[in-house]
C-alpha cells in the first residue's frame, strides 16, 4: 500500500518543487529587470534590433491569424444569424470575442510560438557557448545587454501586434460576412463601432501587456537557465513554450474573473 501511494505522491511533488522554483526564479528576474529599468541601464542599440525581430518580423503571421480568427467568428455564428434575422448581432458579438477573448489568446499564443521560442533558443545558446560568461568577464551586466531589450520589444510589440490584429480580423469578418450572411462589410463594421465595445477592447490590450510580461520573462528565464549543451537548449524550448501557453490561459481567466465585461 505505502509503495502504491509513495509513486503518486513523489510525481505531484515533484511537479509541485518544479513550478514553484520556476515561478520563484521567474519573478527574481522580473525584479532584476525592473531594477535595471530605474534608473534605465540597457542596450538600447540591442533594444531597437529586437524591436524589428519581434515586432515586424511577426507581423505577417499575426495579420493572417487575426483574419482566420475574424473569419471564424462569422462562420461560427452565420447559421443562427441567417435563421432569427439577427443581423444586427453579428457585430456585437465578433467585436466582443475577437476584441477580450478568442483574439487576444491566439495571438499570445502565435507570439508565444514565435517570438518567445526563438527568444529561448538564442540565450540557451549563448549560455551553453559561453557568450553571457563572456559578457559578465567583460563587466557587462547580461541583464541589461541582453533581457531588458529584450523585455521592452516583446511587451510594446505585443501591444502593437494585439492592435493590428484587431484591425485585421474585423477586415476578416467584414469580409466573411459579406460572403456568407450576405452582410455588407459597411453594416457590420458600423454594428461594432454602435456596440460600444471600448471595455472589451481596452481589457484585450490589457491581456495583451501581461501576456508580453509573461512571455519575456518566460522565455528568458528558460533560456538563461539552459544547462547540459545542445539537448538542454531544445528541452528549455519546450519547457518555454508550455509555459507560456499555461500562462497565457491562467492570466486570460484571472483577467476575465477580475473585469468582467459585457455584463
Known amino acids: 500500500m505505502r509503495n502504491v501511494l ?10 509541485s518543487m518544479g513550478l514553484m522554483a520556476t515561478l520563484g526564479g521567474a519573478t ?7 531594477r535595471a529599468l530605474l534608473p534605465p541601464r540597457f542596450d538600447r542599440d540591442e533594444a531597437w534590433r529586437q524591436l524589428y525581430a519581434v515586432g515586424v518580423k511577426s507581423s505577417a503571421i499575426v495579420m493572417v491569424t487575426a483574419l482566420f480568427v475574424g473569419a471564424i ?3 461560427q455564428t452565420a447559421f443562427y444569424v441567417q435563421r432569427t434575422g439577427a443581423t444586427s448581432l453579428l457585430g456585437f458579438g465578433v467585436g466582443f470575442t475577437v476584441f477580450a477573448e478568442i483574439g487576444p489568446i491566439l495571438i499570445g499564443l502565435m507570439f508565444s510560438g514565435r517570438v518567445g521560442a ?12 559561453e557568450q553571457v560568461d563572456a559578457l559578465r568577464a567583460l563587466a557587462i551586466d547580461p541583464i541589461g545587454y541582453l533581457v531588458v531589450p529584450r523585455f521592452i ?5 505585443m501591444l502593437m501586434l494585439m492592435a493590428l490584429g484587431d484591425v485585421f480580423a474585423i477586415i476578416g469578418a467584414a469580409l466573411t460576412a459579406d460572403t456568407l450572411v ?3 462589410p459597411s453594416v457590420l463594421i458600423g454594428d461594432i463601432l454602435d456596440s460600444h465595445l471600448l471595455d472589451e477592447y481596452l481589457l484585450g490590450l490589457g491581456k495583451a501587456f501581461c501576456f508580453g510580461v509573461s512571455i519575456s520573462v518566460l522565455s528568458c528565464w528558460y533560456g538563461l ?4 549543451g545542445a539537448t538542454g537548449v531544445g528541452r528549455a524550448v519546450n519547457n518555454s513554450v508550455v509555459a507560456n501557453a499555461a500562462a497565457i490561459f491562467f492570466i486570460d481567466f484571472v483577467m476575465g474573473w477580475i473585469f468582467p465585461v459585457g455584463l
Request: net charge positive; hydrophobic share 55%.
Open 6 to 15: 509513495v509513486g503518486p505522491v513523489s510525481v505531484v511533488g515533484r511537479a
Open 28 to 34: 527574481m528576474l522580473l525584479g532584476r529587470i525592473l
Open 73 to 75: 467568428m462569422v462562420i
Open 118 to 129: 526563438n527568444n529561448t533558443a538564442e540565450l540557451g545558446t549563448m549560455v551553453v557557448t
Open 153 to 157: 520589444a516583446m511587451i510594446v510589440m
Open 182 to 184: 450576405g452582410v455588407d
Open 225 to 228: 537557465g539552459v544547462r547540459g
